[in-house]
């Protein structure tokens, strides 16, 4: 009688998905005293005022009037050429970085956070991620057998907290020779901060002066799935100009997902997008991250990879595409900010908000706070050290009269 | 300077994939001399007489009316529920096994090759392949440091080697108590070898046999990417029920996909569906796929899925569906008899073919003499061991003239 066949390292706890577990209670909810009377703030995908999930007229115009043989042809395994040009376009408008730039297309941002830990680390070895965190960063890195250590995000003034990323980075970089670091900016996940441009110089001078010892090789993965409903215009991605001409042993690797710029979370397109100032790095980036797609996912999705190389190609759709955003991103920022203005209202701390689909609340007994919440129909997603509302998911309305709930029931907790 | 920052283990040759190489040199024949004057048998998709991709009327009607929230929408890591029923369905048909099964969605077949390797291996065991192969399962045991060993697919008297596949898969397990062996059947990629149930039978009993041995851990990969092209009705399904009741360190991982069955080879979409006697073992299956899932891809194409679910729910779409598919597969079946027939007309040796998309023709020299073929507008693939025509992708017409073609400059270069 034998109950295990899976490798040592390929045993997981029998547990479903806390989050998607809560978003059925919320429909169940939802179901049971209707919608005006539910607060779902559980899964991060844009929701307009009525709860139902956005899809961007522009680009499913355009995907349903696409050829058969778009969806049904094989794309190549590195992604296909137009769209590969199309995505560095779309991530860097007009702040490409002068360096050698190789983009390879992913499942999601998903699939280039895997391909950058998997292929920039040895087992064992230990990667960098804030306090604060997505939690597949965690879930990557234990799936191959690589550990995590975390930054505390913010400082005592609720500031990036360069102190203590540069104590963590550099005692990593001291042992292993070697780090992958992430950071996930814009618009964070789960607590919508987004480095200023300050910052930004700040973790580059940290990166170079460790760069001088030429034994160190530093592999910076920023993670900007949300950057496109991040800041005014396009100021979110200055920061990319930072990337010119760095030291040769740093590799940065930029993980963008169409997920949510594009509304197209379930047709899982993204790219993993390298800047090197060595050409010989950027094309290793290149083939390395190529053989990976080849033994996991082969190729990916062609009909999304279509509907953006032609919106990016054709200007007037590029035009009427980037206009239905706008409406989006003002949306939501409305949102966040009732949600932040009633915060302060009713003295209810929360970190510093800058962009993005989620707001976070510290507290010591989020599960707690969470559960007594479910009982008054609000929705929300404990997290170790906090509470994270989905304000994309959210109408203004009830991003007004969520806060006093929350801090209600802390209060009542405490 | 530098010239490399990836790890030792994701260093690969800066090698384009040679078979999209070749497809497109094609492409630039048929503009220069005409769609007639040239046979492009490269890429193993299934297209018209007049070179054309098919794409099946029924599954994109479906997919272009589906409501944008399906497309958008994320999907469960594992799958949708109601996709892992119908693909379990559409897997077996009226073959079900006795046995506990559990799906996990994939994208494509590749999907469900990795995580069968990776969660059932330790890193340098080595994965039992046959000596004609799908090179991605060599990609993949690479990539995660595995290594392969391959077993003759052919005795003398062009059958299956269940001697040569004994040996191997004794020596394996003997050595590592643990072992993936993969069968690609029916209709093989590339010779479109199909296993008898008889022959099924011998590598249930060798696996039995070795079963005895509690200590042995056995995992036996079927690969049944082609199988809604093989055999007439349901045959090619009829040995699925050979699985069931098997002792409980075995367990079979059938690799579905929706590529060619539903000509959706670019949305990526598939299944690594589970067979076996212990619920635990299934279960386990289950949860350690869904945590691979969720570090790679995090979850697959939700459209694909509901366009699975959608057709296998209503009878009259799965009546419409089948009679479509029908015609594809008695298309396939009549260009392969041609170019059998045509074969044996001019003495021109190939493996024995039962079903699917290709057929091979075993050779020395084969980069050289598909070289020389090209120079004739005939493009095919060059393998180790042979050439790889794909009758999936030539018209009958064509079909017809090819193995002359071939023999002819076999002879010549000889």
């Known amino acids: 009688m034998i109950s295990s066949m899976a490798a040592d390292h390929a045993i997981w706890p029998k547990e479903d998905d806390a989050i998607f577990g809560l978003a059925a209670k919320a429909q169940e909810a939802i179901k049971k005293y209707g919608k005006e009377n539910v607060i779902d703030s559980t899964l991060g995908a844009l929701a307009d005022d009525n709860g139902d999930l956005i899809c961007m007229k522009t680009v499913y115009d355009e995907l349903k009037s696409m050829p058969n043989a778009c969806f049904a042809a094989y794309a190549q ?7 590969l040009e199309a995505v560095q376009e779309a991530c860097f408008k007009e702040f490409r970085p002068d360096a050698y730039i190789k983009a390879v297309a992913t499942p999601g941002g998903t699939g280039s956070v895997r391909h950058t830990i998997y292929n920039y680390t040895n087992p064992g070895d230990t990667i960098l991620v804030s306090d604060w965190y997505w939690k597949p960063y965690v879930t990557i890195s234990e799936e191959f057998g690589r550990k995590v250590a975390f ?12 102190e203590s990323f540069k104590e963590n980075f550099e005692t990593l970089l001291n042992k292993q020779k070697r780090l992958v670091a992430i950071i996930n900016s814009p618009a964070q996940n789960p607590t919508g901060y987004s480095l200023s441009d300050e910052e930004w110089v700040e973790v580059i001078n940290i990166m170079k002066e460790n760069a001088k010892d ?4 530093i592999i910076l993965f920023i993670d900007v799935a949300y950057i496109d409903f991040a800041g005014k215009e ?6 990319f100009k930072l ?8 590799l940065v690797v ?6 949510k710029g594009y509304t197209m979370y379930g047709m899982r397109l993204g790219a993993a997008i390298c800047i090197s100032s060595n050409k010989d790095i950027a094309d290793e980036f290149y083939y390395s991250c190529s053989h990976s797609s080849r033994a996991n996912w082969s190729n990916c999705n062609r009909a999304a990879m279509e509907v953006m190389s032609r919106i990016s190609k054709d200007p007037a759709k ?15 920022q409305k949102r966040a900010e009732a949600f932040v203005k009633a915060a302060n209202e009713v003295d209810l701390e929360i970190l510093p908000y800058r962009d993005g689909f989620f707001i976070s609340i510290p507290c010591d007994n989020a599960k707690e706070i ?8 609000l929705f929300l997603v404990p997290l170790k050290k906090g509470l994270r509302f989905a304000v994309c998911a959210v109408s203004e309305d009830k991003c007004k009269i969520a806060p006093a709930m929350i801090k209600k029931i802390m209060d009542e907790i405490k």
């Open 214 to 217: 030429q034994n160190n090789k």
């Open 234 to 239: 396009n100021e979110r991605r200055k920061f």
């Open 243 to 250: 990337f010119s001409n760095l030291p040769e042993n740093i």
């Open 254 to 259: 930029v993980g963008y997902s169409l997920s």
């Open 370 to 377: 969470s559960d007594k919440l479910i009982e008054q129909n």
């Open 151 to 162: 930054y505390k995000l913010f400082n005592e003034k609720n500031e990036f907290n360069i």
């Open 318 to 332: 590029l035009k009427a595409y980037e206009e239905e955003k706008a409406i989006y991103k003002s949306m939501l």
């Open 77 to 83: 395994v590195a992604g296909q050429p137009d769209f």
